[in-house]
């Protein structure tokens, strides 16, 4: 077969657009391409593993076998470019447009409030749009499916979720909106609430105003595309780019010769597997022949006893194709294509599904792969091509485990797999166990099946599959070959498991760890197994009235057997209506949709890495650290020099100012702390130039004692960051001798990744005049970003400029990290002369920028046997990791908070920083008050547990009742507080409930329910703090953090604002807070709008900035709206104080009059407002202060039911009732609420880093840290905010509610213990289980204790 020597053309659509690629490089991605090539940045980059979806896109193609257009979503990051030859691209911006048309799925997710941040949006959108294109009214089920490979860290789903349901055929949504009664609310009488019902409002948008979906409006499928799709050309495309070649054979005859010839070349069908292998495992193909013109790998063929599937048919179409099967055979045919099916729907997102192939799947043999071990029991055969002709070899455990003499050879390919049908008498069924439900690879999987000899209960043939259990998946031949022959009976159960458990011996070193778990899980999954085939032959012997009798499943056993079900969340949102008198124009207390929200759905809002290339501009890409603890004995940079693209390597030799500080180095020097740790960055002209030449760079160690990982560790070498902070008050050691009782206790809170959806990034611009320095930054503050460029590079803070547009998501993580960033990127900026681009990729993002602080917390409780807690005394430790960053205010903050609603008389809390080896921790949404507070919430179901009572009426009896002092002496009302708690009682009907969960567990042995209810009281802002206690040093390491210096070098809480009016009456707002996805720019137009009495349409924010507002405090700690507001509401007072006698000369004159006149009477239009912050202060030596402004108040009461066989757990419902006061803007306070509670939700239930022994982070991607998904939020979902009864000193009476809701995610939390509990009592396990959070499945399994756990003592090995 001839090879034409030069490259052929790619051509292929986007948007309608022909695109033709000369001399296409076959490594470039879709997304890359798009973003670079075509500037189309609506297109997202946060994971590049295909694990999030915000590279969403939708791709249509011609079916050669049905002659129809597929439309299917695929993740842009994964995808070559070669793969899409014929095929048309459809991105956000095909879409629809702000400046032409608006795409219905736009509007409705912005106007829906379902964008806070917007750096998912485009994804989201793009998936729901492929969705449509293929369903224009979709059902709640496909929704689901089709938004599960979404990620969104911001707005909890609900409100995505919302948008896509107006689409849909059976709306479940409360029908009743609007009318202030909601069927979804039984309790609902507001007995308690100081308001009528007609003074609620349940509508946060208005869906009547939608525009209707049109499918005659899409762009059609390209006719050129389809004249080229009708009439294939059979020629072999060859794209040959720099280091790989892309052939694509156009016959199969073609393919098979190409096969023969370059044997080590892989099939890249779905590139799913390859991909991520080529990018991080460094995998390297120099041939990637593609099977994607071959229809012959697409036939499906339907036969009397089986079906035939092409390999390179995509597991969407297989899902497809067996769904249809199943419709069409009896049920006893369809065992095997059932058991894959229930797998097909949580494996992967929709977009992995649409892109991987089943022969792509098969061949990769991944331990943890779904379909495998099905494939494997249901007797699959995989129907091999190759030159010399067609073979069959059996998809079984020796083709599975990789044995050279029954797989593929070289020059062979995988044609079709062929399934067989089940027959009468047989049973297969599909086992998984993931972190969660959706989009989470498994823990354990497994595939089962057996054959009974008719009419009886003996095992005529058995075989069992498990994958993650191993380097490949497993299967236990062994014991299933023993067990032949033996009846279907409770023996044979305990037989069984005895086999299972020796035959599949995981060793204690397992790949992954969880190894008593997964042991657990094999005989778990089997005793489910088990009596799912007791219950399909009562099934079957009901027909048969003589048949044998086979052993009964007892009813408490009955909930073994079902699977939790994908379902969406249905809920309503209630808040205070604003008063009827007040001004239609007026927009403060509205639901007004987030500024960019619209701008989010169609890709239009620009964030960082979106800043089209400027001229020069080079890539920056950092090297870190690889051991936690060593001294740097050599770095040699001369090979990564040598490579072409090479600019520079940035060490901290070239800084020209100060390297950070002695304890918190920019770039490392002579010794390293951790693993991430940075010591230099290289500067190339493209980014794959500069991550090639970052494995270059030689750095030689000398390992240094001691290596320091956990919590334990830092104890035992006395290595902490600052001195204890203690508070105390009455007489603890006193009151614990006169108490009933005592309870001492251990608690463990893992640490938290921020997962923001937009990863660190800087763009650094030099200008060529008197040192200037643009710096476009992804910041929560932007203030310290420029004096830390200041320092680095000696250069006065009137130089640097940083700009703010807005932030794909920060939750504290882009307070103090950017500015290390930018600093360095400004290094290489003035030693190059050249601008620099630094965007972390996700891996880097997660090594280096730390997270929340893990805590390590004891206590001792004394109580009196009716519930009374007369004593209490904790004493915590946090992870700080390995230098200061936050970690002795993140210290004090939970200390202060440690009470949460509780008034003890006698309390002593104590808390340390340990140092560590690890990347420095951080502030984090909630500041150590969500890991505090647990370890007091913990108290409070561990003196329940020993009085015999309900952790409720512990947490009622020992709650604040009146008007009183916290420990740290600052008064306050706890009125609000206790409106919530009784409100959220009510709204939940909490006690009907609760004896509802208690009959359930009385009626089920294998599924419990728990239910929590969790009160709150969360002090916002930063705490005021007087310092005469610490030492000069640690002072100084202090003043480096921005947060501290929000403390201490500003007025604690100032903020400012620049307000113009232009000659038109249009009005440009600045102020110094960012925009990170809270809306805080909407919310100071709001206030602007209110304050000179004009439209929100006459103003604009264009971006935050360091020249318009300077010295500005970090956009942190909840109170950024707060204060920029009574900056911005000063400014405008100000300007209207000038217009004031002009208005009065004309009263009757418009705003535009005004202006023009006030113009020509040289007044000035422009005016600075300023904030000076509320008093503040705390005396740490005193133990006593006023640190905080205002408390938050609030409460949440959860419903789960958690598997005991599996450890997973569905949330049923949860009700929120937070105190808002006044809100700004309900539709931003209640996402604020959901996004913070499914934040909370996260750490509690799913969240875990996973460290090696050595201190190297394992989970540096959503593969491994899995976020909640749009299957995670309650089933059930209602958030309400308290009417407003106080009036705080803050911005017209609102309250600031960005951090708070994280810590009722703990409801969820607490839930799940008790339904543990609840499990734990039924199997008199009397021993009290330590509370670790996040209550994992493996957690929870392992408490679950019962006889499969004790069949599985740990294993030694
Ligand atoms: C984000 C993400 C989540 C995932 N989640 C899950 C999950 O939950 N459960 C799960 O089981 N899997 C999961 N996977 C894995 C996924 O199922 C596999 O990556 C996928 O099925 C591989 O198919 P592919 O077509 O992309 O293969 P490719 O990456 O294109 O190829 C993989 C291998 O198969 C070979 N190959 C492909 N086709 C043929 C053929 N016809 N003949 C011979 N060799 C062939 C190639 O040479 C290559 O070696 C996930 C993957 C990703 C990226
Ligand atoms: S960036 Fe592509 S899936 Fe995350
Ligand atoms: S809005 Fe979804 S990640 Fe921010």
Redesign the pocket.
């Known amino acids: 077969m001839p090879c034409p020597p030069k490259s052929d053309d790619l051509v292929f659509f986007v948007n309608g657009r022909k695109v033709i690629e000369r001399n296409v490089d076959p490594e470039v991605t879709l997304l890359s391409f798009l973003r670079k090539n075509l500037r189309l940045t609506g297109t997202k980059y946060a994971c590049g593993?295909?694990?999030c979806g915000a590279c969403t896109v939708m791709v249509s193609k011609r079916d050669p076998l049905s002659a129809k257009i597929r439309h299917f979503s695929i993740?842009a990051c994964?995808v070559p470019i070669c793969s899409l030859y014929g095929a048309a691209v459809t991105t956000v911006e095909g879409v629809g447009s702000i400046n032409t048309r608006l795409h219905p799925v736009q509007e409705r997710i912005a106007k829906s409030h379902g964008t806070q941040c917007g750096f998912c949006t485009p994804g989201m959108v793009m998936s729901m749009y492929t969705l449509l294109r293929n369903h224009p009214q979709p059902s709640e089920e496909q929704l689901l499916e089709a938004l599960g490979?979404n990620l969104c860290r911001c707005t909890g789903y609900r409100p995505i979720l919302a948008s896509g349901r107006t689409f849909c055929v059976e709306s479940n949504g409360c029908q009743q909106k609007g009318t202030g009664k909601c069927c979804l609310d039984p309790g609902g009488n507001d007995s308690s609430s100081l308001l009528r019902e007609s003074d609620i409002c349940t509508e946060l948008f208005a869906e009547d105003e939608f525009q209707p979906l049109d499918p005659t409006q899409e762009l059609i499928f390209p006719p050129e595309l389809l004249r080229m799709a009708e009439k294939p050309e059979k020629q072999t495309l060859i794209f040959r780019g720099e280091r790989v070649t892309w052939i694509s054979p156009g016959t199969l005859k073609d393919l098979l010769e190409l096969k023969a010839k370059h044997p080590e070349?892989?099939?890249?069908?779905?590139?799913?597997?390859?991909?991520?292998?080529m990018k991080s495992q460094g995998h390297f193909y120099p041939i990637l022949?593609s099977?994607a013109r071959i229809s012959e790998?697409s036939m499906v063929s339907k036969t009397s006893d089986g079906l035939t599937i092409g390999?390179?048919c995509?597991?969407a179409q297989v899902k497809d194709i067996l769904a249809e099967r199943v419709s069409e055979l009896p049920e006893e045919k369809t065992q095997t294509y059932r058991a894959l099916l229930k797998?097909l729907r949580?494996?992967?997102?929709q977009q992995?599904?649409n892109?991987?192939?089943?022969?792509?799947?098969?061949?990769?043999r991944?331990c943890?792969?779904?379909?495998?071990p099905i494939l494997a029991v249901g007797n699959a055969t995989l129907n091999l091509i190759s030159e010399e002709g067609t073979r069959q070899i059996p998809l079984n455990e020796h083709f599975l485990a990789g044995l050279a003499s029954v797989d593929?050879k070289p020059e062979?390919?995988?044609?079709s797999v062929y399934i067989p049908h089940s027959q009468k008498w047989e049973f297969v069924s599909a086992f998984r166990q993931?972190q969660c439900q959706q989009?989470?690879?498994?823990d354990v999987?497994a595939g089962m099946r057996v054959v009974l000899k008719e009419g009886t209960d003996t095992i005529k043939d058995l075989s069992i599959a498990y994958?993650g259990v191993g380097a490949a998946t497993v299967s236990a031949q062994k014991s299933c070959q023993q067990l032949v022959g033996r009846p279907w009976n409770e023996l044979m159960l305990e037989e069984a498991c005895r086999l299972l458990l020796e035959e599949v011996s995981l060793p204690g070193w397992a790949p992954g760890g969880k190894v008593e778990f997964k042991r657990t899980l094999v005989v778990s999954f089997f005793f489910k197994f088990y009596l799912e085939v007791l219950q399909e032959l009562k099934k079957l012997v009901k027909f048969m009235p003589d048949s044998h009798h086979y052993p009964e499943i007892s009813d408490q056993f009955l909930s073994a057997l079902e699977d939790f079900p994908i379902t969406g969340s249905q809920g309503v949102q209630r808040y205070q209506r604003v008063d009827s008198h007040q001004s239609l124009q007026d927009p403060v207390g509205r639901p007004i949709m987030h500024l960019s929200g619209l701008k989010h759905a169609t890709g239009e809002a620009i964030f960082c890495d979106d800043i089209p290339m400027v001229d020069r501009e080079l890539f920056m890409v950092l090297v870190t650290s690889t051991r936690a603890h060593a001294k740097i004995i050599s770095v040699d940079l001369s090979q990564a020099l040598d490579l072409p693209g090479v600019i520079d390597v940035i060490t901290a030799e070239d800084i020209p100012g100060t390297n950070g500080t002695e304890d918190d180095k920019l770039m490392a020097v002579d010794e390293v702390l951790c693993v991430g740790h940075i010591i230099c960055a290289v500067v190339a002209e493209t980014e794959l130039q500069a991550k090639s030449a970052t494995e270059k760079i030689k750095i030689t160690y000398e390992d240094l004692e001691p290596v320091i990982i956990t919590i334990n560790d830092a104890i035992k070498h006395n290595s902490f960051l600052c001195p204890e902070k203690k508070l105390e008050q009455g007489n603890v050691e006193e009151a614990f001798e006169k108490v009933d009782q005592i309870v001492e206790g251990e608690v463990h809170v893992g640490g938290q990744e921020h997962f923001y959806m937009e990863t660190q990034r800087v763009l650094v611009i030099p200008k060529a005049e008197d040192k200037e320095l643009d710096i476009y930054v992804s910041t929560q503050d932007p203030a310290h970003v420029q004096k830390t460029v200041s320092s680095t590079l000696n250069i006065p803070i009137n130089r640097i400029t940083c700009h703010v547009k807005r932030v794909g998501g920060g939750f504290g993580g882009k307070v103090g990290r950017p500015a290390v960033f930018g600093a360095i990127a400004a290094v290489g900026a003035i030693k190059t002369g050249h601008p620099i681009r630094l965007v972390l990729d996700r891996k880097d993002d997660m090594l280096i920028t730390g997270g929340r602080h893990p805590l390590f917390g004891k206590y001792k409780v004394g109580f009196m046997n009716n519930g009374r807690i007369k004593a209490l005394d904790i004493e915590c430790f946090v992870n700080g990791g390995c230098m200061l960053d936050d970690s002795e205010l993140v210290t004090e903050f939970l200390i202060l908070k440690l009470e949460n609603a509780y008034k003890i008389r006698n309390l002593r809390f104590r808390g340390r920083a340990c140092m560590t080896n690890l990347p420095s921790n951080t502030a984090f949404r909630g500041f150590g008050f969500p890991q505090g507070t647990l370890i007091t919430e913990s108290c409070i179901t561990a003196v329940a547990a020993k009085c015999g009572l309900l952790p409720e009426k512990i947490r009622e009896k020992n709650m604040y009742k009146t008007v009183d002092k916290t420990i740290y002496k600052q008064a306050f009302s706890p009125e609000t507080l206790i409106r919530c708690w009784n409100e959220c009682l009510d709204k939940s009907s909490f006690h009907s409930r609760r004896m509802q969960v208690e009959e359930f567990n009385k009626k089920n042995y294998w599924k419990k329910k728990g239910m929590a209810i969790i009160p709150m009281k969360f002090s916002v802002g930063f705490a005021a703090t007087s310092y005469h206690q610490v030492t000069i040093a640690q002072n100084r390491s202090k003043l480096q953090n921005p947060t501290w210096k929000a403390c201490f070098s500003d007025p604690p809480y100032s903020a400012a604002a620049l307000v113009h009016i232009y000659t038109d009456g249009s009005v440009l707002v600045t102020h110094g807070g960012n925009e990170l996805g809270q809306g805080i720019h909407t919310k100071m137009l709001q206030v602007a709008s209110r304050e000179l009495n004009i439209p929100m349409s006459s103003l604009h924010i264009c971006e935050t900035s360091t020249a318009t507002v300077p010295n500005t405090i970090a956009t942190a700690a909840s109170i950024g709206s707060d204060v920029n507001g009574r900056a911005v509401q000063n400014a405008c007072q100000i300007l209207l104080k000038r217009l004031e006698p002009i208005i009065k000369k004309n009263p009757e004159g418009t705003w535009e009059d005004w202006i023009e006149a006030a113009f020509e009477q040289r007044i000035s239009l422009s005016a600075t407002g300023y904030f000076r912050g509320y008093k503040a202060f705390m005396d740490w030596e005193k133990g006593e202060g006023d640190p905080f402004p205002y408390y938050v108040y609030g409460a949440a009461c959860s419903e789960v039911e958690v598997d005991c066989l599996t450890g997973a757990h569905k949330k049923i419902r949860t009700d929120i009732v937070m105190d808002a006061c006044c809100s700004l803007n309900p539709a931003i306070d209640i996402g604020q609420v959901e996004g913070s509670f499914i934040q909370g939700m996260g750490l509690y239930t799913t969240e875990e880093l996973k460290y090696s022994p050595e201190g190297v982070l394992y989970s540096r991607g959503?593969?491994e840290y899995k976020i909640p998904t749009i299957a995670d939020v309650p089933e059930e979902f209602n958030v309400s905010l308290l009417p407003s009864s106080q009036t705080p000193p803050t911005i017209y009476s609102s309250k600031g509610l960005g951090e708070s809701g994280m810590f009722l995610g703990s409801s969820v939390f607490f839930a799940i213990t008790d339904a543990v509990a609840a499990a734990r009592r039924e199997r008199d396990t009397v021993e009290d289980f330590t509370v670790r959070s996040p209550a994992t499945p493996e957690w929870v399994r392992m408490a679950c204790a019962d006889r499969f756990t004790e069949m599985t003592p740990t294993a030694k090995g």
């Open positions: 593993r295909g694990g993740t994964l490979g070349a892989p099939l890249i069908s779905g590139n799913t597997s390859l991909g991520p292998a022949l099977p790998l390999a390179g995509s597991l797998h949580s494996l992967a997102g992995i599904r892109m991987a192939s089943l022969g792509g799947h098969i061949i990769s991944h943890y792969s779904d379909l495998n593929l062979e390919i995988l044609e993931a989009n989470a690879l498994a999987n994958g959503p593969d």
